[in-house]
């Protein structure tokens, strides 16, 4: 099958050496608070793994080795809109690849679909189906990444990032249908992919499944909604509750009410930005206990590094106070909302409190959620945190494949 030529030409990544070396110079000039009595993270990151993890960075961690993976794939800079968009491209390798939309969520970068791509597009080198491929393309969400800043778009949200991913689709790269995929922030961005163009994609998966109104309202800043814990439960089920609040409080709390007040300090240290955002990768991935179970120090650092040389921080964090600020608004009123054939990934370390994995599927199809999506593929497993794609990257692709099948 002869397909068109790509539409772009491709732009490796690189970060100058101006920029690594004022890096160097804030991680060594930095002043550490005293955390007494934080031996178990009660109060946060603990400073004696932080400072481990900057010595790393300061004294062994090599970008460019980073740098040299990250280009091994296209890279491309594109206008889209009036927003300046980075995404990576991996060309799919078989008799008719459709092209596939990765979206990513936060503290995510682009980098964190680095462990699906390749199977994604060539799946006849990892043992699958040729006919099975895609054409990958995956964005820096706007405000992340190589796709910051946004001084001209202080209002970018998740249902407008939808509108610029179709347009880059559709108008830019010429794909008159397409696929869409992502998780957390970017599963909202794929799920209104899926309400307001339903007719231009073939199906769409998503690492959870949120209603799309989730920002909306006056408390969107605390995970509870104000609801109190219910009397009379059993205490584990109360100790569960309490441990899901906890992790998420104070990220969406201070992402909806205070992002640029938290970013002046985080956008100035280097030290500071890795400290909140390393707090999210220990706290809401799979890990046992140590982060290092799922993010080696490389991992984390190549991910840090690629926040802190682009001032992202600020205009990251801010995506979830728009989302709130400019509430989503249906494009139609059919239901479901999400009309296109929607896959779901659930994971064990996300269960609610009193959910087990054997029966997540039944309480999501059970709970006012599920009318919201044409659904037709939900899978729950065991093993697996907020990172999905990076955590349980077989079962992501083994759940997305199943998701298209009969739908190309």
Known sequence: ??????????????????????????????RWPLDAGNEDWYYGVNRNYLEGLVDYWINKFDWRKSEHAINAYEHY????????????????????????ILSHGWPWTFWHWSKVIDPLADPGAFGGDPA??????????????????????????????????????????????????????????????????SDELYAIHIGSALKLSFFNGDRAWDFSGGRPIPDNIPEEIRAQILK???????????????????????????????????ERWARWSDNNGNVENVFSKDDILTHATIFWVNNAIE??????????????TPAHDRWPVIEA???????????????????????????????????????????GGHFIPWEIPDKWVQDLRRTFRGRR
């Not at 009036?82 to 008719?96: A, E, Q, T, Y």
């Open 132 to 197: 099975e491929a895609f054409d990958v393309i995956v964005p820096s969400l706007p405000g992340f990444g190589f796709s910051a800043p946004l001084p001209n778009h202080p209002d970018m949200n998740f249902w407008k990032i939808a509108d610029l991913w179709h347009t880059l689709m559709t108008d830019i790269l010429g794909y008159e249908k397409y696929a869409a995929a992502g998780c957390d922030v970017g599963a909202l961005v794929t799920g209104q992919l899926g309400h307001k163009y």
């Open 315 to 328: 205009t990251s964090m801010r995506v979830y106070a728009n989302n709130n600020r400019y509430p989503w």
């Open 77 to 100: 800079k594109v206008n889209v809109d009036g927003v300046s968009v980075h995404f990576m491209r991996k060309p799919g390798i078989g008799p008719s690849p459709i092209p596939l």
């Open 1 to 30: 099958m002869t397909t068109a030529p790509f539409p772009l030409e491709p732009t490796p990544i690189h970060v100058s050496d101006e920029l690594l070396a004022d890096l160097q110079i804030r991680l060594k000039s930095t």
């Open 244 to 278: 899901f609040d906890h992790r998420f409080a104070s990220h969406l709390a201070v992402h909806v009410l205070d992002p640029s007040t938290l970013a002046y300090g985080l956008s100035d240290s280097p030290v500071g930005m890795l400290a909140w955002i390393l």
């Open 341 to 383: 054939p929607t896959g779901i990934t659930f994971v064990g370390y996300e269960n609610p409190p009193g959910i087990t994995t054997d029966n997540r599927v039944q309480n999501f199809l059970d709970s006012d959620r599920a009318p919201w999506y044409n659904h037709v593929n939900i899978s729950a497993h065991e093993q």
